[in-house]
């Protein structure tokens, strides 16, 4: 009975401490969400190489800072197992994007960014899947008005560009639905939304 307790124990114990990894993962996704949001939202965020060497070369501490924070965010995204990171991501983008509140928008646009970062084919589907099955008003934060640089690195854009050109007109930002699908032709290194892949 007593060796019964402790198996029991051990197992409640483990399960507990399973749960808070759990908890402090996807409370530190949360903020590499928000640190993320920086490299394609901040202002002073350099929006290209050449602009990040000016920065580096002149010693800007806020650009420079912004950097620091927006890396720090893609290593707390990494730190975490890619199929949970990715799962975790798809959930807060299906919460928080709904939501008007400027903190929400962070996290949603954040998390948005965050897709850079999940370009093996099998996230690419799953990906896919959760821009397809999402509500409009996520759809239009997914799909832009920021050509958002995870566009430009989809491992397979003909299956992105074939699966949305079956949207309707609604789905898509005011950019309109050419512009959408000409962002997933982009190579990364054309694509307007620069700040992410200095990181």
Sequence with gaps: MLLARKRLSTAALAVAGLLATVCVNHGSLEEAYRRLYLSTFALEFPSSKEAFDICTRNQVQSCLELVARAREGKEMLRAVEPQTALEHTLEVIGSACPREGP???????????????????????????????????????????????????????????????????DAFPRTGKDAVLKGFLSPPDSNDDGGVRLL
């Design 103 to 169: 903190d929400q928008q962070e996290v949603c646009l954040g998390a948005i960014v965050a897709l850079y970062f999940f370009r093996e084919r099998e996230q690419d589907a799953l990906i896919l899947r959760a821009v397809l099955n999402a509500d409009r008003a996520t759809q239009r934060k997914l799909l832009g008005p920021v050509p958002f640089a995870w566009h430009g690195n989809r491992p397979e854009p003909e299956r992105w560009i074939d699966a949305l050109s079956k949207l309707p007109d």
